[in-house]
């Protein structure tokens, strides 16, 4: 271990600070922070596919509110994580989240809207630029190198007898290649038939995402599935992967199979952390940023000091020669993202007297009609010798509010009890019965 800044010059070989091996796996999942690409459904086939567009239809503020909302989203983690028991490992699709969020945004109104607005960190964006930046992303990042296999699909899926706003529903279907489909929310085949769909979209990396029965109050399903499936640019040889100690933050040395290569990477040696870019692809326009934090500072500082200059330093990295030693591993997570979401910015939309999501519906709806139950997360990702493979579902359930009871009828055409009683005391100060009105 170095424990001194050093720069190197091409044509020496450094020995990377050897502890890589010992990088936090809660942050390493941070390759590719605006990871959308095209949308509909069955996209984890394998197909050649030519971009309309070109780097310069992107709108660079869209880019820059995804990014943001990433990095944010992610420090709210650590207040909101989402689950009970909170382990050494976590994973987001950031992307995945703000597409879905997308998605609902547009049927929000009034209060709802502009939180949304504000927790997407979109800055007034209008919806329609919002649509189409969102298209030109997905078109883009699908042709972006047919060497690698990353897809996105939308859907929405709606209650028997709710009518959805057509407006709405011709929006998502040609922005966000959103299938559209109602079903029977009664019936087990409707989850089955769901959760078939996440599977499909993810080549069965993410089986299950919802449970059966369904609330009698859920109207709506939105969904997002993310995958990503990326050779590494220069595989790592398996002969060269050995068990080797992972050091834990409480201290624990665990063996665990340790991948090690040398060659030339886009390196960082930064004040506080060293991190480093393995390309994936052809092209090497996909790659995973790995940040390793120092001897002697801790991952959760340096998710506090550097991962909100994250845009700023993953441009820094240089090409260098170098050796890296990367564990392989394996994680998958279901996360419930509602607390994180309200403490970003957005509480109004799970809030079941305030939410404003009368554009999802035909008929409208007034505020607490509509409103979010519960914004779910399931990812998955595995990285070994010959590259990387990932997938995420968002799923957001939208619910109807309780609905104000039926007038009652009550004809007191029968014998019927009376009392008469003083609230103050408690007492009942009169009580008699009437059998026959007519009767004095």
Known sequence: MYT????????????????????????????????????????????????????????????????????????????????????????????GIAMALSMLKAGAEGETKRQMDEALRLNGMSLEDLAKGQMILRDLLRGSDPSVHMAIANSLWSREGFELNKDYVSQIEKSYGAQVQALDFSKEQAVNTMNQWASDNTAGKIPKVIEAPLSDELMLLLMNAMYFKGDWTEPFEKEQTKDLPFHTEDGEAVDVPTMHQSGDYDYLDEEGFQAIRLPYGESKNFGMILALPDEDRSLDDFKRRNLPEFEKWSKDLTDQPGIIELPR??????????????????????????????????????????????????????????????????????????????????????????????????????????GNPLES
Do not use: W
């Open 4 to 95: 001194t800044k050093k720069k190197y010059t091409t044509g020496k070989r450094p020995e990377i600070k050897k502890n890589l091996k010992k990088i936090g796996m809660r942050s390493l999942v941070l390759a590719s922070l605006v990871a959308v690409t095209a949308g509909c459904s069955n996209e984890t086939e394998t197909e050649a596919y030519q971009s309309a567009y070109t780097a310069e239809d992107v709108n660079p503020k869209l880019a820059a509110s995804m990014n943001r909302f990433a990095l944010d989203f992610y420090t709210m983690l650590e207040q909101h994580p989402g689950e009970k028991d909170v382990g050494p490992n976590r994973m987001i699709s950031p992307a």
């Open 329 to 434: 591993f394996k994680l998958s997570d279901k996360l419930e993202l509602n607390d994180a979401l309200s403490a970003l910015g957005m509480p109004a939309a799970f809030d079941d007297q305030q939410a404003e999501l009368g554009g999802l519906a035909a008929s409208g709806a007034d505020p607490g009609e509509l409103y979010v139950d519960f914004v779910t997360h399931d990812t998955f990702v595995e990285v070994n010798e010959e590259g990387t493979e990932a997938a995420a579902v968002t799923v957001i359930g939208v619910e109807a509010g309780s609905a104000p009871p039926a007038p009652f009828e009550l004809k007191l055409n029968r014998p019927f009890f009376f009392a008469i009683t003083d609230r103050t005391t408690g007492l009942i100060v009169f009580m008699g019965e009437v």
